[in-house]
Protein backbone atom coordinates (compact mmCIF):
# COMPACT_ATOMS: atom_id res chain seq x y z
CA UNK A 1 0.00 0.00 0.00
CA UNK A 2 1.30 3.56 -0.58
CA UNK A 3 1.66 5.96 2.18
CA UNK A 4 -0.35 8.52 2.91
CA UNK A 5 0.87 11.86 1.62
CA UNK A 6 2.79 13.76 3.95
CA UNK A 7 2.72 17.33 4.50
CA UNK A 8 4.57 19.70 6.17
CA UNK A 9 2.48 23.09 6.56
CA UNK A 10 -0.98 21.86 8.65
CA UNK A 11 -1.80 18.70 11.19
CA UNK A 12 -4.82 16.51 10.35
CA UNK A 13 -6.49 15.46 13.23
CA UNK A 14 -8.96 12.23 11.92
CA UNK A 15 -11.58 11.15 14.22
CA UNK A 16 -12.66 7.91 13.90
CA UNK A 17 -16.62 8.25 14.52
CA UNK A 18 -19.30 5.08 14.78
CA UNK A 19 -20.65 2.61 17.14
CA UNK A 20 -19.13 0.21 19.76
CA UNK A 21 -18.07 -2.41 17.00
CA UNK A 22 -17.93 -0.31 13.57
CA UNK A 23 -13.93 -0.99 13.31
CA UNK A 24 -12.51 2.22 14.66
CA UNK A 25 -9.86 0.42 16.69
CA UNK A 26 -9.06 -1.80 13.54
CA UNK A 27 -9.13 0.82 10.67
CA UNK A 28 -6.97 3.27 13.43
CA UNK A 29 -4.33 0.84 13.73
CA UNK A 30 -4.49 0.02 9.39
CA UNK A 31 -4.47 3.63 8.90
CA UNK A 32 -1.32 4.10 10.62
CA UNK A 33 0.40 1.13 9.08
CA UNK A 34 0.65 3.87 6.17
CA UNK A 35 0.62 7.10 7.63
CA UNK A 36 3.03 6.79 10.49
CA UNK A 37 1.14 9.26 13.53
CA UNK A 38 -0.14 7.83 16.85
CA UNK A 39 -3.30 6.44 17.39
CA UNK A 40 -4.93 7.53 20.42
CA UNK A 41 -7.77 5.44 21.35
CA UNK A 42 -9.39 6.70 25.00
CA UNK A 43 -10.73 3.21 25.43
CA UNK A 44 -7.02 1.65 25.23
CA UNK A 45 -5.60 4.52 27.90
CA UNK A 46 -8.50 4.13 30.50
CA UNK A 47 -8.00 -0.21 30.08
CA UNK A 48 -3.91 0.37 30.93
CA UNK A 49 -5.10 2.57 33.99
CA UNK A 50 -7.61 0.32 34.99
CA UNK A 51 -4.83 -2.35 34.20
CA UNK A 52 -1.87 -0.26 36.40
CA UNK A 53 -4.51 0.02 39.35
CA UNK A 54 -3.52 3.77 39.62
CA UNK A 55 -5.77 6.41 41.04
CA UNK A 56 -8.12 7.48 37.33
CA UNK A 57 -7.96 3.07 36.86
CA UNK A 58 -9.73 3.37 40.30
CA UNK A 59 -12.01 5.72 39.43
CA UNK A 60 -13.28 4.95 36.12
CA UNK A 61 -12.99 1.03 36.41
CA UNK A 62 -16.92 0.00 37.81
CA UNK A 63 -18.23 2.73 34.65
CA UNK A 64 -15.97 1.41 32.24
CA UNK A 65 -16.71 -2.26 33.29
CA UNK A 66 -20.48 -1.63 33.45
CA UNK A 67 -20.39 -0.18 29.51
CA UNK A 68 -21.09 3.56 30.76
CA UNK A 69 -19.04 6.89 29.82
CA UNK A 70 -16.44 8.01 31.87
CA UNK A 71 -17.01 11.87 32.89
CA UNK A 72 -16.18 14.35 30.60
CA UNK A 73 -13.35 16.28 32.49
CA UNK A 74 -11.55 13.65 32.60
CA UNK A 75 -11.47 11.73 29.48
CA UNK A 76 -10.74 15.52 28.00
CA UNK A 77 -7.72 16.26 29.93
CA UNK A 78 -5.97 12.70 29.19
CA UNK A 79 -6.89 14.10 25.24
CA UNK A 80 -5.49 17.31 25.96
CA UNK A 81 -2.29 16.02 27.23
CA UNK A 82 -1.80 13.41 24.54
CA UNK A 83 -2.55 15.94 21.85
CA UNK A 84 0.12 18.11 22.97
CA UNK A 85 3.12 15.53 23.01
CA UNK A 86 5.41 16.37 19.82
CA UNK A 87 5.05 13.28 18.02
CA UNK A 88 1.70 14.20 16.85
CA UNK A 89 2.65 17.43 15.29
CA UNK A 90 1.94 15.57 11.74
CA UNK A 91 -1.43 14.35 12.40
CA UNK A 92 -3.26 11.85 14.81
CA UNK A 93 -6.25 9.39 14.50
CA UNK A 94 -8.57 9.36 17.40
CA UNK A 95 -10.08 6.15 17.92
CA UNK A 96 -13.46 6.69 20.60
CA UNK A 97 -13.01 10.60 21.08
CA UNK A 98 -14.64 12.60 21.36
CA UNK A 99 -17.84 10.18 22.61
CA UNK A 100 -19.87 12.96 23.97
CA UNK A 101 -21.39 16.39 23.00
CA UNK A 102 -19.24 18.54 25.60
CA UNK A 103 -16.34 16.35 23.85
CA UNK A 104 -16.92 17.21 20.74
CA UNK A 105 -17.00 20.82 21.41
CA UNK A 106 -13.86 20.82 23.24
CA UNK A 107 -12.32 19.26 20.62
CA UNK A 108 -12.93 21.18 18.25
CA UNK A 109 -12.03 24.53 20.05
CA UNK A 110 -8.81 22.54 20.47
CA UNK A 111 -7.97 22.19 16.97
CA UNK A 112 -9.10 25.42 15.91
CA UNK A 113 -6.64 27.14 18.45
CA UNK A 114 -4.15 25.12 16.96
CA UNK A 115 -5.03 24.85 13.68
CA UNK A 116 -5.46 21.34 13.83
CA UNK A 117 -7.43 19.91 9.91
CA UNK A 118 -10.44 17.47 11.21
CA UNK A 119 -11.40 14.87 9.12
CA UNK A 120 -14.22 13.18 10.44
CA UNK A 121 -14.86 9.48 9.18
CA UNK A 122 -18.50 8.06 9.95
CA UNK A 123 -18.15 4.17 10.23
CA UNK A 124 -21.61 3.79 9.48
CA UNK A 125 -22.80 -0.32 10.73
CA UNK A 126 -26.39 -2.19 11.18
CA UNK A 127 -26.47 -2.56 14.79
CA UNK A 128 -27.46 -6.62 14.26
CA UNK A 129 -23.81 -6.57 12.92
CA UNK A 130 -22.34 -5.41 16.13
CA UNK A 131 -23.45 -7.60 18.55
CA UNK A 132 -22.04 -10.94 16.36
CA UNK A 133 -18.79 -8.69 16.09
CA UNK A 134 -17.98 -8.00 19.52
CA UNK A 135 -18.99 -11.32 21.38
CA UNK A 136 -16.91 -13.06 19.00
CA UNK A 137 -13.81 -10.09 19.27
CA UNK A 138 -10.54 -11.29 20.83
CA UNK A 139 -7.55 -9.37 21.18
CA UNK A 140 -3.57 -9.55 22.09
CA UNK A 141 -2.61 -9.22 25.46
CA UNK A 142 0.98 -7.67 24.09
CA UNK A 143 0.64 -6.50 20.13
CA UNK A 144 -3.26 -5.44 20.66
CA UNK A 145 -3.71 -7.41 17.47
CA UNK A 146 -7.55 -8.03 16.96
CA UNK A 147 -9.33 -11.28 15.80
CA UNK A 148 -12.68 -12.74 15.66
CA UNK A 149 -13.26 -16.11 16.60
CA UNK A 150 -15.22 -16.81 13.03
CA UNK A 151 -14.47 -13.83 10.84
CA UNK A 152 -11.02 -13.65 11.23
CA UNK A 153 -9.56 -16.52 13.58
CA UNK A 154 -5.96 -16.73 14.74
CA UNK A 155 -3.93 -19.77 13.06
CA UNK A 156 -3.91 -21.11 16.43
CA UNK A 157 -6.55 -21.06 18.96
CA UNK A 158 -6.34 -18.51 21.39
CA UNK A 159 -2.93 -17.86 20.40
CA UNK A 160 -1.75 -14.62 18.56
CA UNK A 161 -0.24 -15.02 14.73
CA UNK A 162 2.00 -12.29 15.40
CA UNK A 163 3.92 -13.14 18.45
CA UNK A 164 2.26 -16.18 20.11
CA UNK A 165 1.18 -14.58 23.27
CA UNK A 166 -2.84 -15.24 24.76
CA UNK A 167 -5.62 -13.95 23.01
CA UNK A 168 -8.03 -12.15 25.67
CA UNK A 169 -11.75 -11.10 25.66
CA UNK A 170 -12.82 -7.89 26.88
CA UNK A 171 -14.92 -7.45 30.06
CA UNK A 172 -17.17 -5.22 28.42
CA UNK A 173 -17.31 -7.76 25.13
CA UNK A 174 -20.28 -9.55 27.11
CA UNK A 175 -23.95 -9.29 25.10
CA UNK A 176 -25.32 -7.19 28.41
CA UNK A 177 -22.77 -4.60 28.27
CA UNK A 178 -22.70 -4.42 24.58
CA UNK A 179 -26.41 -3.81 24.81
CA UNK A 180 -25.43 -0.43 27.41
CA UNK A 181 -23.06 0.54 25.25
CA UNK A 182 -25.40 1.11 22.54
CA UNK A 183 -27.55 2.66 25.03
CA UNK A 184 -24.62 5.21 25.58
CA UNK A 185 -23.79 5.55 22.08
CA UNK A 186 -27.41 6.34 21.28
CA UNK A 187 -27.60 9.06 23.69
CA UNK A 188 -24.75 10.50 24.08
CA UNK A 189 -22.58 9.82 21.06
CA UNK A 190 -24.93 10.05 18.03
CA UNK A 191 -25.88 13.63 18.78
CA UNK A 192 -22.22 14.78 17.80
CA UNK A 193 -23.21 14.35 14.06
CA UNK A 194 -26.35 16.80 14.52
CA UNK A 195 -23.73 19.08 15.93
CA UNK A 196 -21.32 18.94 13.20
CA UNK A 197 -24.19 19.33 10.68
CA UNK A 198 -25.30 22.44 12.47
CA UNK A 199 -22.08 24.20 12.55
CA UNK A 200 -21.38 23.28 9.35
CA UNK A 201 -18.79 20.44 9.72
CA UNK A 202 -19.05 17.63 7.10
CA UNK A 203 -17.64 14.01 7.44
CA UNK A 204 -17.16 11.52 5.18
CA UNK A 205 -19.65 8.45 5.60
CA UNK A 206 -17.89 4.91 5.21
CA UNK A 207 -20.47 1.48 4.94
CA UNK A 208 -18.42 -0.85 7.09
CA UNK A 209 -21.06 -3.72 7.77
CA UNK A 210 -20.24 -6.26 5.70
CA UNK A 211 -17.51 -4.67 3.30
CA UNK A 212 -14.01 -5.77 4.14
CA UNK A 213 -12.16 -3.66 6.70
CA UNK A 214 -9.66 -3.35 3.39
CA UNK A 215 -11.88 -1.65 1.39
CA UNK A 216 -12.93 0.90 4.49
CA UNK A 217 -9.10 1.39 4.88
CA UNK A 218 -9.11 2.79 1.56
CA UNK A 219 -11.88 4.76 1.58
CA UNK A 220 -10.33 6.82 4.38
CA UNK A 221 -6.78 6.93 3.09
CA UNK A 222 -8.78 8.78 0.33
CA UNK A 223 -10.56 11.12 2.76
CA UNK A 224 -7.33 11.97 4.61
CA UNK A 225 -5.26 12.60 1.72
CA UNK A 226 -7.68 15.49 0.06
CA UNK A 227 -8.15 16.91 3.83
P1 LIG B 1 -13.70 1.62 23.54
O1 LIG B 1 -12.42 0.82 23.65
O2 LIG B 1 -13.55 2.85 22.70
O3 LIG B 1 -14.87 0.76 23.12
O4 LIG B 1 -14.03 2.15 25.02
C1 LIG B 1 -14.27 1.25 26.08
C2 LIG B 1 -14.94 1.98 27.24
O5 LIG B 1 -14.08 3.01 27.73
C3 LIG B 1 -16.25 2.67 26.90
O6 LIG B 1 -17.37 1.79 26.93
C4 LIG B 1 -16.30 3.73 28.00
O7 LIG B 1 -16.66 3.14 29.24
C5 LIG B 1 -14.85 4.16 28.11
N1 LIG B 1 -14.53 5.27 27.18
C6 LIG B 1 -13.69 5.20 26.09
N2 LIG B 1 -13.61 6.37 25.46
C7 LIG B 1 -14.42 7.22 26.15
C8 LIG B 1 -14.80 8.59 25.98
N3 LIG B 1 -14.32 9.32 24.95
N4 LIG B 1 -15.65 9.13 26.88
C9 LIG B 1 -16.13 8.42 27.91
N5 LIG B 1 -15.85 7.13 28.13
C10 LIG B 1 -15.00 6.52 27.26
Redo the contacts with the bound molecule.
Sequence with gaps: MEPVAQRRESCRGVILFGP?GSG??TQAKLLVETWPVPHI???????DAIESGDSIGRE?SA??????????A??NLL?ERRLAQPDCAAGFVL??????LE?AKVTMDLFRQRGIREVVIYLAVDYNVIIARLTGRRQCASCGALYHVAFQPPRRDGVCDFDGEALYQ?D?DTEA?IRQ?LV?YEE?TLPILRYFQESGRRWVEVASSTESPLWVNERIRQAVEAA
Design positions: PKGSTGEMLRVIVRGGGLVPDLVVDGYPRTQRDVRAK
